[in-house]
């Protein structure tokens, strides 16, 4: 899938974000209505839509979004007491935006379940 998505337009600077982490394949930027102490969403720079959408072709991609989620709960300070990584999915998980994105959440203790 490659058509444009919101999240298209923050990789392209058509609209502007808090950008905090970028690489040839992925960005990293604040939410911007955030639920924790410290929230950004982790995304492929291609569009995935959805978590149904991943593939063993485009896994690669995916596990290098948890390779930077971890890098920047460290580079925040809050790796060591926890956090949480959330990816939604379609009506019922709360997807709001298709194009698969990790919420980083810190900062806070979480409970759980998140319901
Ligand atoms: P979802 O509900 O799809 O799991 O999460 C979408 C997230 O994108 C929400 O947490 C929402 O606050 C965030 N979001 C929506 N529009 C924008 C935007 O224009 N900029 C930023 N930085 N975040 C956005």
Redesign the pocket.
């Known amino acids: 899938m490659s058509s444009e998505t919101?999240?298209t337009?923050?990789v392209n600077r058509e609209?502007?974000?808090?950008i905090i982490y970028e690489d040839d394949l992925l960005l990293a930027?604040?939410?911007?209505?955030?639920?924790a102490p410290f929230?950004a969403?982790v995304i492929p720079k291609q569009v995935i839509a959805t978590a149904n959408d991943i593939t063993a072709e485009n896994s690669d991609v995916v596990g290098k979004m948890y390779v930077a989620a971890a890098k920047i709960a460290k580079q925040e300070g809050f790796a060591d007491d926890g956090y949480r990584l959330?990816?939604?999915c379609n009506e019922h998980?709360?997807?709001?935006?298709?194009h698969i994105?990790l919420?980083v959440l810190g900062g806070k203790p979480m409970g759980w379940p998140p319901y």
């Open positions: 919101l999240f337009k923050i609209i502007p974000a808090d930027f604040k939410d911007i209505n955030p639920q929230h969403l959330v990816m939604n998980g709360g997807q709001t935006v298709y994105h919420h």
